[in-house]
């Protein structure tokens, strides 16, 4: 059997993150094996895609808006070019706005005090009144009681988006390789490459850890290279707006109802995704009929007419989720090995500036300043 050659990188996981990452970096140049028993699978092929780093703001997290909102402004022209890439597919990219609304008099408070955080912060979200947000969308409940507006926040399909960027893989030479790691391997304290499942020995320059929930889980990292990046668990559901309803919704919609988030993101085709639970469950990816229960019953509380539509899909999946809900991003303190994992709820919206800082970094060597934050060696433990 001939020998592959070794390439400069070789990105272990298949989804949006790693396939994002391989497609840049090999656009740089480097010759990229991506390694997954099943490459364009993941979170992503379950995620709704709203692309909200403003309505997903939480106190705290303002170097993760800054991450969010650089990748946001890269996405137009990051879908417009992955589109060209892979022959023309879609990636269902859409400019819609979201608009987060408040139910009863304690979420309009909570959302006039992010309102206010946004204004400190100079973000662009207009405060509208029960009767501004209705004539936005009719179909609200009318016991709405305010909303924000954001305007730039929109929308992908991140299974069309999966789709194109293993098609641009592919077609930017990056080789597919359909197996699973089975350990990573260290020779003279740096990383060499993975050991798979198959018993197949496949060598790197550099090795980028993007296996979502699992990445720390793979045999031969050393301890405490990476943090646990643990699984949350999201039970998600898709429903059709017939056309004969007409315009249904029309941008994404937010809210807190009895204490969950709630999101509804209505697509060109007339898929309506409504997501999502929150669960501390494991790797467990069960659908119940509770989660399905909860969703539809919020679903219903901000649009009535919700439950006229077909339920035509539910599914879960899992959010890797790093110590601080921020991702990893860069070299660890393994040389040889990069991390791109840990985007809990952002996966989707962080794919873009992921790619191109990991790119940036395996091209030069640099690690660039907006990856600073983010490196996997802020969980590192100082001396006793």
């Given at each position: 059997?001939?020998?592959?050659?070794?390439?400069?990188?070789?990105?272990?996981?298949?989804?949006?993150?790693?396939?994002?990452?391989?497609?840049?970096?090999?656009?740089?140049?480097?010759?990229?094996?991506?390694?997954?028993?099943?490459?364009?699978?993941?979170?992503?092929?379950?995620?709704?895609?709203?692309?909200?780093?403003?309505?997903?703001?939480?106190?705290?997290?303002?170097?993760?808006?800054?991450?969010?909102?650089?990748?946001?402004?890269?996405?137009?022209?990051?879908?417009?070019?992955?589109?060209?890439?892979?022959?023309?597919?879609?990636?269902?990219?859409?400019a819609t706005g979201t608009l987060a609304v408040a139910l009863d008099a304690d979420d309009k408070a909570?959302?006039?005090?992010?309102?206010?955080?946004?204004?400190?912060?100079?973000?662009?979200?207009?405060?509208?009144?029960?009767?501004?947000?209705?004539?936005?969308?009719p179909m609200l409940a009318p016991g709405v009681r305010g909303g924000l507006h954001v305007a730039d926040?929109?929308q992908v399909d991140g299974r069309r988006l999966l789709t194109a960027l293993l098609a641009a893989c592919?077609?930017?030479?990056?080789?597919?390789?359909?197996?699973?790691?089975?350990?990573?391997?260290?020779?003279?304290?740096?990383?060499?490459?993975?050991?798979?499942?198959?018993?197949?020995?496949?060598?790197?320059?550099?090795?980028?850890?993007?296996?979502?929930?699992?990445?720390?889980?793979?045999?031969?990292?050393?301890?405490?290279?990476?943090?646990?990046?643990?699984?949350?668990?999201?039970?998600?559901?898709?429903?059709?707006?017939?056309?004969?309803?007409?315009?249904?919704?029309?941008?994404?919609?937010?809210?807190?109802?009895?204490?969950?988030?709630?999101?509804?993101?209505?697509?060109?085709?007339?898929?309506?995704?409504?997501?999502?639970?929150?669960?501390?469950?494991?790797?467990?990816?069960?659908?119940?009929?509770?989660?399905?229960?909860?969703?539809?019953?919020?679903?219903?509380?901000?649009?009535?007419?919700?439950?006229?539509?077909?339920?035509?899909?539910?599914?879960?999946?899992?959010?890797?989720?790093?110590?601080?809900?921020?991702?990893?991003?860069?070299?660890?303190?393994?040389?040889?090995?990069?991390?791109?994992?840990?985007?809990?709820?952002?996966?989707?919206?962080?794919?873009?500036?992921?790619?191109?800082?990991?790119?940036?970094?395996?091209?030069?060597?640099?690690?660039?300043?907006?990856?600073?934050?983010?490196?996997?060696?802020?969980?590192?433990?100082?001396?006793?």
């Open positions: 059997m001939a020998r592959l050659p070794v390439p400069d990188v070789l990105v272990v996981g298949g989804g949006i993150i790693g396939l994002a990452t391989a497609w840049r970096t090999a656009q740089r140049g480097l010759a990229v094996t991506v390694l997954d028993p099943v490459p364009g699978g993941g979170a992503a092929q379950v995620a709704a895609g709203m692309l909200a780093p403003v309505t997903e703001l939480q106190y705290g997290e303002e170097p993760l808006l800054r991450l969010g909102i650089a990748s946001n402004v890269r996405y137009a022209d990051f879908c417009a070019e992955l589109a060209e890439a892979s022959g023309g597919l879609e990636t269902g990219y859409r909570e959302l006039g005090e992010l309102h206010a955080f946004h204004q400190r912060l100079g973000l662009d979200s207009r405060w509208l009144t029960g009767r501004e947000a209705r004539k936005l969308e926040d929109h592919e077609r930017s030479g990056v080789r597919l390789h359909r197996a699973a790691a089975a350990e990573l391997l260290v020779e003279d304290g740096r990383a060499a490459g993975v050991l798979t499942d198959a018993g197949e020995r496949l060598a790197a320059g550099r090795t980028v850890l993007a296996a979502g929930c699992r990445s720390h889980l793979l045999p031969g990292l050393p301890e405490g290279v990476l943090p646990p990046v643990r699984p949350v668990k999201g039970q998600i559901l898709r429903l059709r707006m017939p056309p004969a309803f007409g315009p249904f919704l029309s941008r994404n919609l937010r809210a807190v109802v009895r204490g969950g988030h709630l999101y509804l993101v209505p697509r060109a085709d007339g898929e309506l995704v409504v997501g999502a639970t929150t669960e501390e469950q494991g790797h467990d990816t069960t659908v119940t009929a509770g989660g399905v229960y909860e969703l539809l019953r919020d679903a219903h509380e901000l649009l009535p007419g919700i439950t006229e539509l077909p339920l035509v899909e539910t599914s879960a999946g899992l959010r890797p989720g790093s110590p601080d809900n921020a991702p990893l991003l860069g070299p660890t303190a393994l040389p040889g090995l990069l991390a791109a994992t840990g985007h809990y709820r952002n996966g989707v919206l962080l794919a873009p500036v992921t790619a191109d800082l990991l790119a940036e970094t395996l091209a030069t060597g640099a690690v660039p300043a907006l990856a600073a934050p983010f490196s996997p060696s802020r969980f590192a433990r100082s001396p006793q």
